[in-house]
């Protein structure tokens, strides 16, 4: 396959075999540094894969790579280690949040029920000496009621002059780096602007949870546990929102592996049990009255399922009306930070075990959370404000290439 991308090479992605893995950075193992002794001193490398991810490699910049790089367990140790070590005056308040879709790895690994797991993670975090254990899904409300908000609004907005239509989701960072990078405006432009959930967290812990704590951004150190080694990528790639102050909203992004690989260290046992269900890549939704449709949705999962829809989009024989995007085949939970073989495959047995567990988890719709809408007036001014609008959505750089950025050769 060849893609007219940014050096305008051939694209890396030419072929997908099981053993070609092309590796952006590498990160050192989280050693103790000036030969410190610790318990954790053993931990494996950490690769991050671009195999699966849409962008080519010439996409991530050597600087880039640097910063990757550094986006380990060993900077979360650092800050642990300064906090026993140093004057209080300059410790961080260390606070993580954990993604919705790593909590099934954890079930899965440690044969528990997602709660009992999740108590499990949270109670060892703490005995590490992190302060707050944080759930994401009320960031992913937000993520959701703005997308919902947005959506509504582009429906109604939407002609033959000015098509707004389709909406293509937008918290999937690999899927969104490769629309900015390799697709151009004619996509981006279809992007959803609400922030992901992981962007509006980052916003909730430094500004809201700063504020309530009466701490100053900076002095918090904000560590996301997510399922796919993108989010340190997406965390690198975040602006500076004002109300920061100069802060990132996520400091250090660790995959679910690398916590589980800590926790293997601290000789937590694990154990692997195999169920059987099936995941669907691509799925259609349709709202009809009086047997007719009136909206199209879709879900698209994959590098194939992902080429199509932009092969579609490009001879405008696309029916949907909004298309949920991710990078992965199999979804987030099939993240390349989790469910891997320590020779980096897909662990199958596990993966289907995660399925099930995920599947079992009772759905919330995000209108009924009374936090959010207390969240909402509380700390954004209201629903619709200003405020809201700053914190909650974002823009997309593209690159211009016209006709060009859709001839994409097989």
Not at 238 to 244: D, G, H, M
Request: with cysteine.
């Amino acid at each position: 396959m060849k893609c007219e991308h940014c050096t305008r090479k051939e694209c890396s992605k030419k072929t997908k075999t099981d053993d070609q893995e092309n590796v952006s950075a590498d990160a050192p193992s989280p050693a103790q540094e000036n030969g410190e002794k610790g318990e954790f001193h053993k931990l494996a490398d950490a690769k991050i894969f671009l195999s699966d991810c849409l962008a080519c490699d010439s996409c991530v910049t050597a600087e880039e790579g640097v910063q990757l790089s550094q986006q380990n367990a060993k900077d979360f140790f650092r800050v642990l280690n300064l906090n026993k070590k140093c004057d209080t005056s300059k410790h961080k308040v260390l606070v993580v949040s954990v993604c919705p879709q790593s909590l099934p790895y954890f079930a899965a690994k440690f044969n528990l029920s997602v709660t009992d797991a999740s108590r499990r993670l949270c109670g060892f975090l703490k005995s590490l000496g992190v302060h707050y254990v944080f759930d994401t899904t009320i960031a992913a409300d937000f993520s959701i009621l703005e997308s919902q908000k947005e959506f509504v609004r582009r429906y109604r907005q939407h002609s033959e002059e000015e098509r707004t239509l389709p909406m293509l989701t937008s918290a999937c960072p690999g899927w969104v780096r490769y629309a900015e990078r390799v697709l151009g405006r004619p996509i981006t432009a279809h992007l959803c602007t609400a922030k992901s959930p992981q962007q509006v967290m980052g916003s909730l812990v430094k500004d809201y949870f700063a504020r309530q704590q009466n701490l100053s951004p900076e002095k918090i150190f904000h560590v996301i546990v997510a399922p796919c080694y993108d989010k340190k990528l997406e965390a690198l790639q975040e602006s500076f929102p004002p109300a920061l102050h100069g802060s990132r909203g996520a400091d250090c992004v660790l995959t679910s592996g690398e916590i589980a690989q800590i926790m293997e260290q601290g000789d937590l046992s694990v154990r692997d049990a195999a169920v059987d269900t099936l995941n669907k890549d691509f799925q259609e939704v349709t709202l009809e009255k009086n047997g007719e449709v009136l909206l199209r949705f879709a879900a698209a999962y994959g590098f194939r399922n992902i080429q199509n829809m932009i092969l579609k989009l490009k001879k405008g024989k696309f029916p949907y009306h909004f298309v949920e995007v991710l990078a992965c085949a199999g979804g987030c939970l099939n993240g390349r930070g989790q469910a891997q073989t320590p020779d980096g495959h897909a662990d199958k047995a596990l993966l289907r075990q995660m399925e099930g567990i995920y599947a079992d988890i009772p759905v919330r719709r995000p209108e009924s959370s009374a936090h959010v809408q207390e969240l909402y007036q509380e700390w954004l001014e209201g629903i619709n404000s200003p405020k809201a609008r700053e914190v909650l959505h974002t823009t997309y750089q593209s690159q211009e290439r016209g006709a060009h950025s859709l001839d994409i050769k097989w």
